[in-house]
């Protein structure tokens, strides 16, 4: 008898998972979905809050993420149905009338729910707000957007000199600015932006290099007046606009699809496809570092929808994966894969260079600092850099136990790892894998044939 692949455990909240490949090997074969967009299912949510009328959202990721997001305009007003897949229906406030809520509104684990909220509230006049998160959260440097709002005349309060959460916030009557973000961040560019919806006059934001486009895209759609300058990296959005809600068709998430794509080109004998993922440029960083690597991979049934570009993934087994240079402007584009893409390198011939991604230290965990740790445990030569990591491929992998520290895309990475490492992998605290990707453990079970 070969003993069972994989197994999970509780103890109290926490639970491990562990992977061990059966002596025969294992392959990854079959077709799949992945959860919806994490930032797609954020903005839809909120947008759909603060619209007139109703906006219905499909395929929303029912991670711990945006249930977070969910619970938190619930608190200010806005009707959420129950939340699935299918179908959530949101019954929006209209522009300018979240309540103030008697509660402390809580962001968990989630540092997009806290930092787009946080441009809404701040450009609130008159109402107050208490904002909090668990202990990741509330580590988490909260002054990258509480001081463009700052500029913009909010008011602001928080520990460690109004930088960290808990955070107190009394709206104001914003007025629009042209801030230059020193980081290609999102979450920066997405809270100004929000804050701008009811500031006076124009607020521009200038990136770095382009990070993902989805707030731009989805506030067109719900009918804000922006206008973009690809060229210099430029969005300008005009205050006082008035939102109507949409219907929303959210894409598989490619953060989440980049752990498969990863499996099935390091899995001997795999062959996957990824349906229905979202292949938004801003994104597709993954797709060109796994093809400089040499990966086997192909886009089909390419389309759009709802303003989103889809298609499925198919990978196969690469022959050999070799490492590759990842910086610049390509970093924000795979930001959330860098650890998957460690994965990658660690069993690729040759030398992986990761550089510009100081911004992983301040991820759900320091990422650069737990990808090296953890991976190292089991074998891989991974030296951090401040900037990144050196990886050093092709030394086998051997089980051991390790731990997520409690950040979903570390629990996810360690255990595609150990599909190709030998002996039994432990991950500890691999419940965190729930914040973007609830059904990760039964997906993996789907894929696993043994030969
Ligand atoms: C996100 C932006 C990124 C990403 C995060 C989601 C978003 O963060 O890491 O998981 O939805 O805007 P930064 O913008 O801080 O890089």
Redesign the pocket.
Known sequence: MQPPIITTSLQGDSQTLSIQKPASGLSLLGRIRVPGD??IS??ALMLGAIASGETTIEGLLLGEDPRSTAKCFSLMGAQISELNAERVIVRGVGIGNLEEPIEVLDAGNS??TM??MLGILASHPGRFYAVTGDSSLRSRPMSRVIKPLQQMGAQIWGRKSNSLAPLGVLGQQLKGIHYHSP????????CILLAGLMAEGETTVTEPAL??D??ERMLRAFGAKLSVDPETCSVTVTGGAQLQGQNVIVPGDI?SAAFWLVAGAIVPGSELVVENVGVNPTRTGILEALEMMGADIQLQNQREAAGEPVADILVRTSSQLRGCTIAGDLI?RL??EIPILAVAAAFASGTTIIRDAA?LRV?ESDRLAVTAAELNRMGAQITELPDGLEITGGTPLTGTDVDSYTDHRIAMSLAIAALNASGKTTIHRAEAAAISYPDFTATLQQVCHQN
């Open positions: 994490k930032s954020h903005r540092g997009t930092r787009l980081i290609a961040s999102a979450q920066v560019k997405s990070s993902r989805h707030s953060s924000p930001i959330d911004e991820k």
